[in-house]
């Protein structure tokens, strides 16, 4: 089993910065993708951001210049930076991660971003 903790949500500015962060622990070995989703309320989850064990990434549209996201593979922990917030990107945030073709999801950080 694969257990993640998330953290650094909130409520920030618009035009604002944040660091979410996503934790992997338990019987891991090699994680091949882990990314970031977010669900705005109303709304379906959708992605926001990959990163493959190769360093390879991929955005969505919405993310692209102004979201980054790393990975520590020692730590087995996934970043995500958000600059420039807007309002439209107030959702809950879930990471997602990959360990031998089973995906593992965390429980969701808030980030309310605010006009």
């Known amino acids: 089993q694969v257990q993640l903790v998330e953290s650094g949500g909130g409520l920030v500015q618009a035009g604002e910065s944040r660091r979410l962060s996503c934790a992997a622990s338990g019987t891991i070995g090699s994680i091949n993708v882990m990314g970031w989703y977010r669900q705005a309320p109303g709304k379906q989850r959708e992605l926001v951001a990959l990163?493959?064990?190769?360093?390879?990434?991929n955005y969505a549209d919405s993310a692209k210049g102004r979201f980054t996201i790393s990975r520590d593979n020692a730590r087995n922990t996934v970043y995500l930076q958000m600059n420039s917030l807007k309002p439209e990107d107030t959702a809950v945030y879930y990471c997602?991660?990959?360990?031998?073709?089973?995906?593992?999801w965390g429980q969701g950080t808030q980030v309310t971003v605010s006009s």
């Open positions: 990163i493959t064990s190769s360093g390879s990434t």
């Open positions: 997602k991660v990959v360990v031998r073709f089973t995906n593992y």
